[in-house]
Every structure is written in structure tokens, then in C-alpha cells.
């Protein structure tokens, strides 16, 4: 289990275990104090578990929950080490099936329909 805190990942690991994109990696650096990679020799970001914990706590708090990045970032400041790290999250699949996909693109269309009619 020490080894596992211990290890470094590349970005593009902690990608696909968090389900977004590099770009969005970097900016949520910007913002968020918490998230500072090594980085490796050649310049190649490296997150530690703990960092990626907090990633994937930011993902929860801006998609799930709905909070803004201002509203996340006062969220984790509030919260004690321990609750930050949500459950352990399963790598997202590196490449989707074609039926997968459609049916999860006509879910969230329906989702976010339902979402509208919410908000009116």
C-alpha cells in the first residue's frame, strides 16, 4: 500500500482514470492550490495518489453536485483531509463502443432536458 501512495502518475493516466481532459488537468491547477504535479525531467506532469484523489473530488463537486469552481474551491478548503478523497473510482475505459456511446449521448440529452425543465 506504501508503494501505491507513493507512485507518480502521468497526466495521461490520471485522464483516464478521471474521465477529462489534459486541459482541463491544467487549468484546475490554476485554481485550485491544492493540485501542484512534479514534474519529471522533461517537463511531464506527475501526480502523486493523493493529488489525484483531489482531482477526482473537484470532478464530484463540479459535475455532480453542480458547485461553481469558486464554490468548489471554498467546499475543499472546508473540508478536512479525510473527506476530501472521495471512493476509490475505476480507470474510465480508453475506448468506448459505438452502442455504448450513443446510449449514454441520448441519456444525457435527456438529462439535460430534464434539467431545463427544472430550471423554468
Given at each position: 500500500m506504501a508503494d501505491e501512495e507513493k507512485r507518480l502518475y502521468k497526466i495521461?493516466?490520471?485522464?483516464?482514470?478521471a474521465?477529462?481532459?489534459?486541459?482541463?488537468?491544467?487549468?484546475w491547477e490554476t485554481e485550485f492550490p491544492a493540485l501542484a504535479p512534479n514534474k519529471s525531467g522533461g517537463g511531464q506532469r506527475m501526480y502523486s495518489r493523493a493529488e489525484?484523489?483531489?482531482?477526482?473530488?473537484?470532478?464530484?463537486?463540479?459535475?455532480?453536485?453542480?458547485?461553481?469552481?469558486?464554490?468548489?474551491?471554498k467546499k475543499l478548503e472546508g473540508e478536512p483531509p479525510s473527506e476530501v478523497a472521495p471512493p476509490p473510482v475505476v480507470a474510465a475505459p480508453r475506448k468506448k463502443n459505438g452502442a455504448a456511446a450513443k446510449t449514454l449521448k441520448k441519456v444525457k440529452g435527456e438529462l439535460s432536458a430534464i434539467l431545463r425543465m427544472l430550471e423554468d
Open positions: 495521461g493516466e490520471v485522464c483516464r482514470m474521465d477529462v481532459q489534459p486541459y482541463v488537468l491544467r487549468y489525484i484523489d483531489i482531482i477526482l473530488r473537484i470532478k464530484q463537486l463540479l459535475y455532480s453536485e453542480g458547485f461553481t469552481i469558486a464554490g468548489a474551491k
